[in-house]
């Protein structure tokens, strides 16, 4: 309805009569209805100024050029649905519906979707965030790992629909079949970066033995597209998680023209997700082709090694000569020497009896019986000497023994209890030498030169509740065995 169409509110006027009057709220309406009905749908071009993030989800932003602003949101829904998201200074196209809003009187612009406008503003974008991490340290060449040569698990994230996932699978199965876990993510779109980034991280959380196996190698894959569909893989989330892995990574996105961010920081880049997998793994029947030439190569070397070794020992034992022509002499001379041993034998034996047979006929029974006699008192003698030594050994020891066990009597501390005095003693037999070490401990023992009393402090505390035991019959104190110890 106009405005100002002739009607009920016609009749309405003012201080001059003929003027109508409206409400704030009327006035709203029928400016909302005439934007949102000349301007259904637009598509603006701009340069992206102040932006803003609330945490309700929904984007604040300015579409600005040299002569005007236009104030810009999306909501939560639309927000999720974009490829690219504004930031400050990027110029784009937004499209989306012009409308106004009643509680600040302004219009602004509901945009459902922001591309760049132009890739040379795209890559602008990138090459100044990619400046800005590389100042970070976070594609410092030092920072990349080693891609192990033969890992057991591969973790793989990609789409596990696509035709990444089956290329890289039918590879690894030709070249060198491997464990493979696969986390499945979007590789395009607004869920893309924070999907890669929340798998590299945990791949890496993954504990080693675990139930679930921790990858030795992480590629991440994605087929070819244009700028805007690998924008995912030039986020800065991204860009962080791959840095911070500890485990190697082969960044595989696009072709092999294409270029992302997290290239920069993977410890390896690889031209396609196929040229991933040849990476990852050597191929086995070469490795196999290998190993058997190498094994021929040792059999060869070791036959040629041990010829080489019986050839000049063969040369070796003819400059030697024959072992006959040299045991030959000695035998011929051991041979003549035993011919002449016996004889030699028997005549040492009878020179031996004749020097022995003067000695025998003056050898009788009665001079060994004489010998034995004198050999018998002389060792009677030497016993009974011996027998003597030992009592005046035995007698001196025991002398000695009661003038120290006499000292001992002295010197002991029995002696002093007889004088007067006495041994105190704690709980666990414990010699107590002053007043303050007697403080508070019960039992205490005193002994005497005749005894020992026990004896509980007016001060000690009063001991445990226990069950009550029969009184005992008074009984002396009994005299335990002296003790070393202090006295008071």
């Known amino acids: 309805m106009d405005i100002l169409d002739d009607g009920p509110e016609a009749s309405k006027t003012g201080p001059s009569g003929n003027t109508p009057e409206f409400t704030v709220s009327e006035i709203s309406g029928a ?23 609330p945490g309700s989800g929904h984007l604040y932003f300015d579409l600005k050029d040299p002569n005007a602003v236009i104030a810009a949101v999306s909501w939560k829904g639309q927000v999720a649905r974009m490829q690219i998201r504004p930031e400050e200074g990027m110029e784009v196209i937004a499209t989306g519906k012009l409308t106004t809003f009643p509680g600040q009187s302004k219009y602004q612009l509901i945009v459902d979707d922001v591309e760049p406008a132009g890739a ?14 590389a100042a970070e340290g ?16 591969i973790g793989v994230i990609t789409s596990p629909s696509g035709a990444v996932i089956r290329d890289i699978l039918h590879r690894l199965r030709d070249r060198f079949p491997r464990r493979v876990l696969i986390w499945p993510v979007a590789v395009q779109g607004q869920a893309c970066a924070p999907e890669v980034a929340a ?13 679930v196996p921790r990858p030795d190698l992480i590629i991440v894959a994605r087929g070819g597209g244009s700028l805007e569909d690998l924008w995912g893989f030039n986020e800065e989330v991204v860009v962080r998680a791959a840095a911070e892995s500890r485990i190697p990574l082969i960044s595989a996105v696009g072709h092999e023209t294409d270029t992302t961010l997290i290239d920069f920081a993977a410890d390896r880049r690889a031209p396609t997700p196929t040229a991933a997998a040849e ?8 490795l196999a082709t290998r190993l058997a030439e190498m094994q021929a190569r040792i059999n060869r070397a070791t036959q040629t090694r041990m010829a080489s070794r019986a050839q000049r020992l063969a040369d070796l034992s003819r400059a030697l000569g024959r072992p006959e022509a040299i045991t030959r002499p000695r035998r011929q001379r051991f041979d003549l020497v035993a011919d002449r041993l016996l004889p030699a034998l028997r005549m040492v034996v009878v020179r031996k009896r004749a020097a022995f047979a003067p000695l025998e006929a003056r050898i009788s029974p009665r001079l060994l019986q004489t010998y034995l006699r004198v050999e018998r008192d002389r060792l009677a003698g030497l016993s009974d000497r011996l027998g003597r030594a030992e009592q005046a050994r035995l007698t001196r020891a025991q002398d ?20 007067g005095y006495a041994v105190v003693r704690g709980p666990a037999d414990q010699v107590l030498t002053s007043a303050a070490t007697a403080a508070g401990l019960a039992p205490l023992e005193i002994e005497f030169q005749d005894g020992r ?12 509740q226990a069950a009550p035991k029969p009184a005992a019959k008074p009984r002396k104190a009994a005299k335990l065995p002296p003790d070393q110890g202090s006295l008071f």
Do not use: C, H
Request: aromatic share 6%.
């Open 31 to 53: 400016v909302k209805r005439v934007i949102e009905g000349e301007f259904t749908r637009v598509r603006v071009r701009g340069e992206v100024g102040r932006v803003s993030r």
């Open 120 to 133: 040379g503003a795209l890559m602008a974008m990138l090459e100044a965030r990619r400046k800005a991490l």
């Open 138 to 153: 976070l594609f410092d060449p030092a920072r990349k790992k080693p891609i192990p040569w033969l890992p057991a698990v």
């Open 199 to 211: 798998a590299i991280r945990g791949f890496n959380a993954l504990v080693p033995g675990g139930k």
């Open 279 to 286: 990476m990852a793994v050597p191929v086995r029947a070469e």
């Open 400 to 419: 000695r023994f009661a003038r120290l066990a006499a000292m001992l009597q002295t010197l002991g501390y029995q002696e002093t209890l007889r004088r």
């Open 453 to 464: 009393l026990r004896v509980i402090p007016a001060d000690a505390p009063p001991p445990a």
